[in-house]
């Protein structure tokens, strides 16, 4: 199956600051790459996702960059706030392939 | 909203014994999805299930068994619980495997 990779795995920033996630993956046929976020004892809930024929998708403040030669995707927080503060996971999957998850990153942003 | 349902969300089982998690889903999704969540490795995939009566093994999907009986309902089944399979797992559906999935509450299972 797919294998991701996600980095960091912990990341810690100011209030109104920007945050980075990055992933990594190793199948060229994935062609759909969610992110999940997951605030402490809940389960995780889509936030934003990127299909292959897309480089750069954008929403209320998430911004995702897909790189497929680097086979490489990314996620940005912009002007994070205490409410960010959360677990979060990407993913990658193709058609005829379950969805396979990075170890994710614990995003702490400090007031 | 896509509802996932997660039985029990809490089980202490003991060593050897069996253990049963179940899930339904009202969201009409072909495809049912068990993982679990250890800290350091994410989101683990065991069994998946492509509809009614099918099932395939994930990453990790040993000392596990799983069971899809109806579009509904997708178990997994501990035969033999270990201390190793102490962990949290979550049950997801989606309308297919490049789709959003949709999360239950977790189940938190500790074998003593």
């Known amino acids: 199956g797919e294998q991701v990779e996600q980095l960091p795995s912990i990341l810690r920033v100011q209030e109104g600051s920007s945050a980075s996630i990055n992933c990594t993956y190793e199948?060229?046929?994935?062609?759909?790459f969610p992110w999940y976020k997951q605030e402490p004892g809940e389960n995780p809930k889509l936030i934003i996702d990127i299909r292959s024929n897309m480089e750069r998708k954008q929403t209320q403040g998430l911004i995702v960059l897909l790189d497929k030669k680097a086979k490489r995707f990314s996620l940005h927080i912009t002007d994070t706030q205490p409410g960010d503060s959360a677990m979060y996971f990407c993913a990658a999957s193709e058609n005829n392939n379950a969805p396979r998850f990075g170890a994710g990153t614990k995003l702490s942003v400090k007031p | 909203e896509a509802a996932v349902t997660q039985s029990p969300r809490n089980k202490v089982a003991v060593t050897g014994g069996k253990v049963t998690l179940s899930c339904n889903q009202t969201?009409?999704?072909?495809?049912m999805y068990w993982y679990r969540q250890d800290t350091g490795h994410g989101l683990r995939l065991i069994h998946y299930s492509y509809g009614a009566g099918s099932t395939e093994k994930g990453d990790i999907p040993d000392g596990y068994k799983a069971s899809r009986p109806s579009q509904e309902n997708f178990s997994l089944i501990l035969e033999l619980a270990t201390p190793s399979q102490t962990s949290v797992y979550f049950c997801?559906?989606?309308?297919?495997?490049?789709?959003?999935?949709?999360f239950g509450s977790g189940t938190r299972l500790t074998v003593l």
């Open positions: 997801a559906s989606g309308l297919g495997a490049a789709e959003t999935l949709y």
């Open positions: 969201n009409n999704h072909n495809n």
């Open positions: 199948n060229s046929a994935s062609n759909y």
